[in-house]
């Protein structure tokens, strides 16, 4: 499955349900990891999450940041546009990690080395960071302490 659109609402405090059929289709394509597409009252996020199974449904988090910019509630019905994520991490690299990494070969193969999820948690800390110059510097010191061994998230992001 490439796409789908359907309309839904929250579940659970951040997570709202997708339909069987739509999630079935894209887990037996090969694609857990969806780019979702969330409209409410003309305001449009998207981010990168995956579909996940509990009690025999399946959710996707909309988390507590995204519903604020949404301004959706519980009661609210909205419209996500589910997409095929083609991105190589499950999420959009930025660019200053991937320049960091491009310059470091022994630090770009030990984070290759990584699990999806250790790769994930690194871009997503460093998505969240604003300033270009901060990213570069949290950048360097994550492969840095890649390359002396570290592995533990909390211990990458330590100063050097």
Known sequence: MKNATFETQLQSSHTFLVPEFIATGFINNGQKRVKVKVSFQKKIIEYHAA??????????????????????????????????????????????????????????????????????????YILKIKNSQTRIDRSIRITENLKRGIRDHRELIKPI
């Open 51 to 124: 579909i996940q199974k509990y009690h025999g449904l399946y959710h996707i988090t909309l988390n507590a940041a995204n519903q604020k910019k949404l301004t959706v509630s519980p009661i609210d019905h909205f419209t996500v546009e589910l997409l095929e994520d083609t991105s190589k991490y499950g999420v959009e690299m930025p660019e200053e990690l991937e320049a960091v990494l491009q310059s470091d070969f022994h630090a770009s193969e030990i984070f290759e080395s990584l699990t999806d999820g250790k790769k994930r948690s690194i871009i997503y």
